[in-house]
């Protein structure tokens, strides 16, 4: 079983920078994808960011040049860089871990963006 524990979310301006972070605990294998989606009461879930064990990324296209994923392997943790924030960007951002056939995610947390 795994565990995710995100933190670092709260409120900012626009064109503030915030960091979250993601503690994976349990048994899990380096080769894993980590996460993070994000999601409001008017959409759904929407992927912001992934890393892969090797340390390949992907970011969604409103994210890209703004937003840096990163991990700590040592650690099990994830981080997500976020700079330049917008009104936009304001949401539940949850971690996710995709180990094996394994589907994990944190409880979320929240981000607010103000103008």
């Known amino acids: 079983q795994v565990q995710l524990v995100e933190s670092g979310g709260g409120l900012a301006q626009r064109g503030a920078s915030l960091r979250l972070s993601c503690a994976a605990s349990?048994?899990?294998?380096?080769?894993?994808?980590m996460g993070w989606y994000r999601q409001t009461p008017e959409k759904e879930r929407e992927l912001v960011a992934r890393i892969t064990g090797t340390g390949m990324t992907f970011y969604g296209d409103s994210v890209k040049g703004r937003f840096t994923i990163s991990r700590e392997y040592g650690k099990n943790t994830v981080y997500l860089q976020m700079n330049s924030l917008k009104p936009e960007d304001t949401a539940v951002y949850y971690c996710?871990?995709?180990?094996?056939?394994?589907?994990?995610w944190g409880k979320g947390t929240l981000v607010t963006v103000s103008s």
């Open positions: 996710n871990c995709l180990d094996g056939d394994m589907n994990y």
């Open positions: 349990g048994t899990i294998f380096s080769n894993n994808v």
